[in-house]
């Protein structure tokens, strides 16, 4: 089950790892991506602390850490292929993998109705 962020990070959950990347709506506002920056395995991340960085086209944008906890896998294909990140956002396009310090953080994020509120 997919969790959101207001600044349209989706988060799945695997056992203790969790798997973040941005959503379709972020993609689609972006548009075309060219580059993509993202974090060293190892980093600790904070909640809401700047992960990576996005180009397209149109502009650059932070990627930003859903919850607390250390980097242990990182998606070098869209390092190499950032149009992966266009075509499939919510599957191959996923950013990086944490190792979550805190599962209480999870409470306060959106689940998909709530986002698609949000982004209504």
């Not at 190892?42 to 944008?61: D, I, N, P, R």
């Not at 906890?69 to 075509?87: C, H």
């Amino acid at each position: 089950m997919l969790k959101f962020t207001q600044d349209h990070e989706w988060i799945r959950m695997d056992g203790d790892v969790a798997t973040v990347g941005i959503t379709p709506h972020a993609q689609d506002q972006l548009g075309d991506l060219v580059f993509v920056e993202l974090p060293q395995v190892g980093k600790t991340l904070e909640k809401g602390a700047a992960a990576g960085v996005v180009e397209s086209v149109k502009a650059a944008s932070d990627i930003y850490s859903p919850v607390s906890g250390e980097v242990v896998e990182v998606n070098k294909a869209i390092v190499d292929e950032p149009s992966l990140v266009n075509s499939d956002p919510v599957g191959a396009g996923w950013f990086f993998k944490l190792k979550i310090a805190d599962p209480a953080e999870l409470d306060g994020l959106m689940d998909e109705a709530a986002y698609k509120a949000l982004t209504g």
